[in-house]
């Protein structure tokens, strides 16, 4: 049997890189498929158990009432000018032209003036099925709306922020793709200064990607999982960091054993397989079950992120553990031309930054431990400063989008809650009170039951299966914390309505409970992430003290990351607000691959203390690492970052609190903090494993 060995090491191998080219070949186009299967529609991503979503529910049952509503505002052209009777006139046939056209439900409204005189608005109603024929249905509108002389027409109001939406994320496949993977190929150019390592590392991940995205279109086209625009663009943009990431811990591994086994490349693999294979699933289990801890959510978009985020990082860390070292294997030293493999010894004199920073943290633990933590906590002290109570909708999109422009002009012309009520279903018998009551709710602009022809105050209104449903016009903007406070006054009045059975619903509503359920659910899932991770580091470091040092490490990282973002965000970037899920995804992505770094740090330090002692340990793991686990951090920063190519305001927030904490961590808590912690704890750190029984 042994003649025959160097044919199987050389065979396997080889199949399992014929096997992924056939991956990357058969599947690799499902990557710009995705879209085929997203949905971005915002009403689908709702609270499941909140108020708004059984006014949701309830709303069905007024059949003319399921419509995706476009408000036309005309103002005077120049804009200032006030608006005649001919003008209005104009847009009422305008607005009754549109009656019977594709895509367009019931009878649009008469045009209203406003107060000032200077503004006409409408409401069409538009089908919520539209799809990808939303476009054709505003045109139409707009060129209607256009027929208007001496006037400059605008659309608002949902189905225009939802067409903005679809533009958004138009060519997210391609483009995201495209930035992420040259940004990775640059920053690996530039660090190893190797030809083929770089474009073998990003093959990988686009292996990886290709089969994550296969899997999960055949279950999306199942109604298995949930895809949308934002879950479609984290998804690339986590199989990309994360494979990149696993993949160069491997190949400095491997690197560093060829050094050492020049004469055997099988053997320098197997070795490196068996230090790197611990560390890259344990981080891999880290952010996968951390992700699928989104599933304790209950906000849909939530959810769907969880098992799609799990499957990417499944098959990133799949391509890292068969695909590269079938490939590395191969190749041999060729992979890292035209540099030349050599030894992580601290000893050696090599990696000479690394080895200067681990000195310091010998010579100096406590000192450097209490200037970076007093550092962290400085920055932590801001975190309960980030405004998370929603973004408003004039900052929606980080561009110009034409529904905001619109949604403003609106606003300045009518009730801050025109065409974005507050919607009350309620029984018929109580509608005289339950009316009264709404109407006389502080911050509440009027209240009308919708009619039979389905529109306030215009004939009997209309009842189905006993229930009724008035629409409120609030005084501020539907975005606003005024409106949303607004609406638990609402609520309460109508509640106090005897027999009314009241809900309360609409945009408002909806933004209010997301917010509440995200407060909820950053109770519940942080909790339980942070109970995952500490299994597992346990399991990896045979410790109970290390991991929970780790862990509070990665902690104090994400709330002074959110420290600085809420610096950052309104007097950089110019937010007024956060989406009131950013911090939970901050927090799942920063703590779980927070974690990857200070595992591939401390498995190494671990390794190396058995062999060399608890102190020396800490000298050899960090030179070993410290330039692997920089790069990564840097790659996965860079990576994330590019997420800021959607003009989205959640992306954009999402990328800067990632990317920076991901930055912070590397450089600092990672480099710095744990090294020095543990180096100042000393054997005790281990407790109550074997190197917590050292002397030194």
């Known amino acids: 049997m042994r003649p025959s060995t160097p044919w199987i090491r050389r065979l396997l191998p080889l199949a399992l890189l014929i096997a992924w080219l056939a991956i990357g070949g058969g599947l690799g186009p499902y990557a710009g498929k995705l879209g085929e299967v997203a949905t971005n529609d915002q009403a689908a991503f709702l609270p499941r158990s909140a108020e708004s979503t059984q006014v949701v529910e309830a709303q069905k049952a007024f059949r003319q009432d399921e419509t995706l509503p476009a408000i036309v505002v005309w103002t005077g052209e120049p804009e200032g000018r006030e608006l005649d009777t001919a003008q209005q006139a104009a847009a009422g046939r305008a607005l009754a032209s549109l009656t019977?056209?594709?895509?367009?439900?019931?009878?649009?409204?008469?045009a209203l003036v406003s107060q000032d005189g200077l503004a006409l608005s409408g409401v069409v109603q538009l089908r919520p099925d539209l799809g990808e024929e939303l476009p054709t249905a505003l045109a139409a509108v707009t060129e209607a709306a256009e027929s208007v002389p001496g006037t400059q027409a605008r659309i608002a109001g949902p189905a225009a922020t939802q067409a903005d939406l679809t533009d958004a994320f138009a060519g997210i496949d391609g483009l995201l793709l495209a930035v992420a993977l040259?940004?990775?190929?640059?920053?690996?150019?530039?660090?190893?200064?190797?030809?083929?390592?770089?474009?073998?590392?990003i093959l990988g991940a686009v292996f990886a990607l290709g089969l994550a995205c296969a899997v999960v279109y055949v279950l999306a086209d199942h109604g298995v999982v949930r895809v949308d625009g934002q879950v479609q663009g984290i998804l690339s943009i986590l199989v990309i960091g994360a494979a990149t990431d696993y993949a160069l811990l491997l190949a400095a591994r491997y690197r560093e054993e060829l050094a050492a086994h020049a004469d055997d490349r099988f053997r320098a693999m197997r070795a490196a397989l068996?230090?790197?294979?611990?560390?890259?699933?344990?981080?891999?289990?880290?952010?996968a079950l951390g992700l699928l801890a989104l599933l304790f959510s209950d906000l849909t978009n939530n959810r769907a992120l969880g098992p799609v985020g799990a499957i990417g990082i499944v098959c990133a860390v799949l391509s890292a553990l068969t695909f590269l070292p079938a490939v590395l294997v191969l190749?041999?030293?060729?992979?890292?031309?035209?540099?030349?493999?050599?030894?992580?010894d601290a000893a050696s004199g090599g990696h000479g930054l690394w080895r200067r920073v681990a000195d310091l943290v010998d010579r100096a633990p406590r000192k450097v431990w209490a200037i970076t933590l007093g550092a962290l906590l400085a920055c932590a002290a801001f975190a309960p400063t980030l405004e998370s109570r929603g973004v408003p909708l004039d900052e929606i999109f980080v561009n110009d989008a034409p529904s905001v422009a619109a949604q403003q002009t609106l606003g300045r012309h009518f009730p801050g809650g025109s065409g974005n009520p507050a919607v009350v279903i309620a029984d018929a018998a109580a509608l005289p009170a339950v009316t009264a009551a709404a109407e006389a709710t502080d911050g509440v602009d009027s209240a009308s039951p919708v009619t039979a022809s389905a529109r306030p105050g215009a004939g009997a209104p209309l009842v189905v299966d006993g229930r009724v449903r008035i629409d409120v016009t609030l005084s501020d903007a539907a975005d606003s914390t005024a409106a949303k406070e607004t609406v638990v006054r609402l609520r309460q009045a109508v509640h106090a309505v005897p027999g009314a059975d009241g809900l309360v619903g609409g945009y408002t509503a909806q933004q209010y409970d997301t917010q509440r359920t995200a407060e909820r659910d950053r109770t519940l899932i942080v909790p339980v992430v942070l109970a995952i991770i500490l299994v597992i580091l346990v399991g990896l470091l045979r410790s109970l003290l290390m991991p929970v040092l780790l862990v509070a490490t990665v902690a104090l990282n994400f709330l002074a990351t959110l420290g600085i973002s809420a610096l950052v965000f309104p007097h950089v970037f110019g937010f007024t607000g956060t989406d009131s899920s950013v911090p939970l995804y901050g927090f799942v992505f920063l703590v779980a691959l927070g974690v990857d770094y200070n595992i591939f740090l401390m498995s190494r330090v671990?390794?190396?203390?058995?062999?060399?002692g608890v102190r020396e340990g800490v000298r050899r793991g960090l030179t070993a690492t410290g330039g692997?686990?920089?790069?990564?951090?840097?790659?996965?920063?860079?990576?994330?970052?590019?997420l800021g190519v959607i003009p989205l305001a959640f992306l954009a927030q999402i990328a800067f609190i990632v990317a920076f904490g991901v930055l912070l961590d590397t450089l600092?808590?990672?480099?710095?903090?744990?090294?020095a912690l543990v180096r100042d704890i000393g054997p005790k750190a281990w407790w109550?494993?074997?190197l917590s029984r050292r002397t030194r």
């Not at 068996?274 to 891999?284: I, K």
């Not at 671990?606 to 060399?612: A, D, I, T």
Request: aromatic share 4%; no cysteine; glycine share 8%.
């Open 688 to 690: 109550p494993g074997e």
């Open 668 to 675: 600092v808590v990672r480099s710095l903090l744990v090294p």
């Open 274 to 287: 068996r230090q790197s294979v611990g560390p890259v699933t344990a981080s891999g289990a880290t952010v």
């Open 628 to 642: 692997v686990i920089t790069s990564a951090g840097v790659v996965l920063a860079a990576t994330f970052a590019a």
């Open 331 to 344: 190749l041999g030293r060729a992979a890292y031309w035209p540099a030349k493999p050599r030894p992580a």
């Open 606 to 612: 671990r390794e190396e203390s058995l062999r060399h």
């Open 100 to 110: 019977g056209r594709p895509g367009v439900a019931g009878t649009p409204s008469p």
């Open 182 to 201: 040259l940004t990775v190929l640059v920053i690996l150019l530039l660090v190893y200064r190797s030809v083929l390592l770089p474009l073998v590392i």
